[in-house]
């Protein structure tokens, strides 16, 4: 039961997550569209696109900056999404002027993905995989094992295949 406190007090950001998309839905049911369509479009966008980021932020101080700027990144591209998805289509107008920031966004976060990737494989490749090395870049303990149990499992189909 500790354990459970202790990893709500820790991770109380996706434990807000549903709260938040169910205050969205009920705003949604509840907002006059026809009379107010920029009000509650700007609402919506505001709070996927800044407030829950800012959340997840706050949330997550501790960990390394760039893991927390990507990922702080992709919530607002999401949020941009959830917020189109909630929005009704006649009422959408400030999302159809700047949707085209969500592909940006996504484009700078496949780049800046792709360089981390090939960073986090230079680690687990090289010859001396690092554990602490990989969890310092802001990766859960579990997957870095997972990541250097495939290296491993990788490295020896290798020799295996060149008859070592």
Known sequence: MQKIARAAR???FYIMLPVLLAA????RATHSWAVHPRFGEAAMLFDWCLFVPFLYAICYRAIPWRALAMRTLAL????IWIAGKIVPDP???ILEQWGWLRTVGVGALLLAEGAALIAVLRVAFG???NLAELERQGMPPLLVKLMLAEARFWRWVWSRLQGK
């Open 91 to 93: 009422a959408k107008a």
């Open 10 to 12: 820790t991770h109380w």
């Open 24 to 27: 969205a839905l009920n705003f």
């Open 76 to 79: 607002v591209c999401g949020g």
């Open 127 to 129: 010859s001396t995989p």
